[in-house]
């Protein structure tokens, strides 16, 4: 069973007289442990695919799937239960929090519960990707790659069966970004994640299990 | 344990507070316009406390007297004898005080004139206090003057004064009463305007105000029928009327400092929207991390309440502040800024304060929280 299934999924933005269809019945799954890069031109529909897997929006058509259940239907607050619970998100320009440390901003998607204490695992995350010695800092004593690393760590804090990554290379040079891919090919082994990211660049398709392309909407295999 | 890990069980707060501190000065702008509200309502309501003692004070001295003169109704031109005697009968727990009143002119030995108003009454100490000494316990022949004519005639005590060809010595002087120069007074024994038959009013010394209120209406039941008004029988009924004048006051001063905290409550609400607004990505992120939309909410909440509690808080330091120099310029005791009376705006205009962040706040924090997450991810 795959733990992120997409099903005949389409998307259909109207704003006013303009329709515009950013994905056309898609077929979609990824497995834990794997890595799946999502590649295409700009516009071709990556971001929209990204959002629908990770129950940021709702498709027009079609059914999502995680873990075998349906969750097409979902009201916004099952889908927040279902990010908080089982989802993981690295985005393009980090958005890490500037006014909270970093081990604060690993422990931020689990603050309000305040049945577990993830500060220990806050604190094991960022010494696993090499930021032992930053727990305190805050984003703007860090660089862009270091900042990613604080990204990441905050993904996994829930312990996630799926990580989704939006260009998490794109504003890193080379060869950080080489790091950062580094990183999540080993956190995706260690944590057993099915790992969904978006590239642009071919790097990251030397790190992936699978690539599927994306072109106007429709998947290229 | 710190702070900090203390905060962390109030993730809210936590948030809130540090939410607050990245902008310092905008958040210290926003406290400020809630201080300037909390001070104009906690001053204003103060001063208010302190004008109202004041004015008891003031007016303690005569709250207690009734004054009784002849009605419209009366067949006789003032109160007989005999109802004098009646409302010695009726009340027995106050000093009843006939006196007649006439005007006159005294002329000195130095050619000087003034006119004075002539009280003849026998229980003088009951009514006048000398400048010097006690006022004789029956006036039976002496003369009693105030200090404006006295010195305008160049009297000294002992001096003669006539009034309808009787000679009185003077025994001693007074305050005049009619402080705006109406002229002067000379209070000589009751004896002295025998050709006046009636007596012109009766004042009726009670213990207190409350005591004057139900002997005034013992004294109009006795006398006085729907129709037929015998007496006039009149209370410092004005401290009723000036106590309503005060609640005026006060309610018209509370009003004033109650639009300045609107106007401050508007300046969080602006300051909330435009940090909701700003931070529009950085709550699509907490709501894409699985922050629910409740938790963001109060999160938002916490902000606006923090904001109102700080204002309040520094308001109402001002505040005691300022009342207490309006209590000390006013009634000339600071202390007595500190009792509930005063006090109790203080607690006002706190919670005042809160209360108007938390609804300034509101619609901002449910805006912020039922964004989409997508949209606001976008920016
Ligand atoms: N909210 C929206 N309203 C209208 N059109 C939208 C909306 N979001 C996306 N689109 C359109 O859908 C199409 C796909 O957008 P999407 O962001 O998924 O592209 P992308 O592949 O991620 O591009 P990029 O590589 O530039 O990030 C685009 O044509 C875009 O204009
Ligand atoms: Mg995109």
Known sequence: ?221 | MSVASLLWRFPSVLMAWRNLGRNRLRTALAALGIVIGVVAICSLGMATVAIEQQATAQLGDLTNEVTVSSGPDSETEGVTEEQVAEMRAIVTDARVIPQKTNRTTLEARNGREARVSVTGVTDANALYDLTTGPAPERLQSGALISNGTAERLALEPGDPVEYEGRIYRIRGFIESEHAFGFGGDLVVPVSGLADQRHYDTVTIIAADGDAAGRIGDRLDTRFNTEEDEELRVSTFGNRAQVGGFLDTLSLALLGIGGISLVVASVAILNVMLMSTVERRGEIGVLRAVGIRRGEVLRMILTEATLLGALGGLVGALVSLATGMVLFHVITGDATAALGWASSRYLVYGFGFAVAASVLSGAYPAWKAANESPVEALRG
């Open chain 1, 1 to 221: 069973m795959s733990v992120v299934e997409l099903r005949g999924v389409g998307k259909r933005y109207e704003s006013g007289a303009e329709t515009i269809d950013a994905l056309k019945d898609v077929d979609f799954t990824a497995d834990r442990g794997e890595m799946v890069t999502i590649t295409g031109p700009s516009g071709s529909g990556k971001s929209t695919m990204l959002n629908l897997i990770g129950l940021l929006d709702e498709p027009t058509e079609g059914t999502v799937s995680l873990q075998g259940r349906n969750v097409t239907d979902f009201g916004e607050d099952e889908r927040t239960e279902e990010r908080r619970s089982a989802l993981g998100f690295v985005f393009q320009d980090f958005h890490l929090l500037p006014m909270l440390t970093a081990v604060e901003n690993v422990e931020l998607p689990s603050m309000w519960d305040t049945s577990v204490d993830r500060h220990d695992r806050a604190v094991d995350l960022l010494r696993r990707v090499g930021l032992g010695d930053r727990l305190t800092h805050t984003p703007d004593e860090l660089s862009g790659g270091q900042k990613q690393r604080v990204a990441i760590a905050r993904s996994l804090i829930n312990e996630p069966e799926v990580l989704l990554a939006d260009e998490p290379t794109g504003n890193l040079d080379q060869d950080t970004g080489g790091t950062i891919l580094d990183e999540i090919t080993r956190l995706k082994a260690e944590e057993d994640l099915a790992v969904v990211a978006i590239t642009h660049d071919e790097q990251l398709v030397e790190y992936a299990d699978r690539v599927v392309r994306l072109v106007d909407g429709v998947t290229r295999t």
